[in-house]
């Protein structure tokens, strides 16, 4: 079983305009991840950030965690086609050594 | 540096048969995990090692094993297909820190089972 959910399952969007996608959790964790996934091909990793930070910016991506209510949220600024992809939030707890998936957010990039 | 390599990427089975599938991590990561993805469970974590020594099993039946070799090379197998095994297999490699943190995938192996 997955350990939560994201919102929403899929966005289209303008080139240009933001996206944002929500990503709750169920327990404890040690660190919130984002991944990005090409057409069923392997995953890449966009951005980490830990239990005890709230925010973390990386070039036009900006993620946010709250850990009182179990949830996190991507943000990805100034949107282009290739930005095209599936979304993944994963997170792992201490010793624990695997990462638990979100199931994913869909977003299509419109030129 | 190289980056996690699968193989094969693509393989055709039948009910009843086995697979393995090959990943060879990051040079200096010691950590190989395996997770499958379909489309209607999503992404599954199977197991993961760490200098040869299983350290977390997910939730999959016991047609589902793996192992990890001295240099780190990890391979799974898969006995008695099933239907519902095919899926997209992700392979990833890290460091392996307790403290958790980023971990670098594979392309993945396409099984499909008929």
């Known amino acids: 079983s997955q350990q939560g959910e994201e919102d929403p399952q899929a966005l289209s969007i303008q080139e240009g305009e933001n996206a944002t996608m929500n990503c709750s959790y169920k327990t404890s964790i040690n660190n919130l991840q984002w991944y990005r996934q090409n057409s069923g091909r392997g995953l890449v990793h966009l951005i980490l950030i830990r239990s005890n930070e709230r925010e973390k910016h990386s070039g036009r991506l900006r993620v946010t965690l709250d850990t009182s209510k179990k949830s996190s949220s991507l943000l990805i600024t100034a949107s282009r086609a290739a930005d095209t992809a599936s979304y993944f939030c994963?997170?792992?707890?201490?010793?624990?050594?695997?990462?638990?998936f979100g199931a994913g957010t869909t977003v299509t990039v419109r030129a | 540096k190289a980056g996690v390599t699968q193989t094969p990427r693509y393989l055709i089975k039948t009910r009843g048969q086995q697979v393995t599938l090959s990943c060879s991590p990051i040079s200096g990561h010691r950590s190989v995990s395996w997770y499958q993805q379909t489309p209607g469970q999503g992404l599954q974590f199977l197991f993961e090692y760490f200098s040869e020594t299983q350290r977390n099993k997910g939730n999959f039946p016991g047609r589902f094993s793996g192992r990890q070799f001295s240099n780190s090379r990890s391979e799974m197998n898969v006995s008695t297909l099933e239907l519902g095994d095919s899926a997209l297999y992700l392979c990833?490699?890290?460091?392996?820190?307790?403290?958790?943190?980023?971990?670098?995938f594979g392309p993945g192996t396409r099984l499909t089972v008929l």
């Open positions: 994963a997170t792992d707890a201490v010793n624990d050594y695997k990462l638990s």
């Open positions: 990833a490699s890290s460091s392996g820190l307790a403290g958790g943190g980023e971990q670098f």
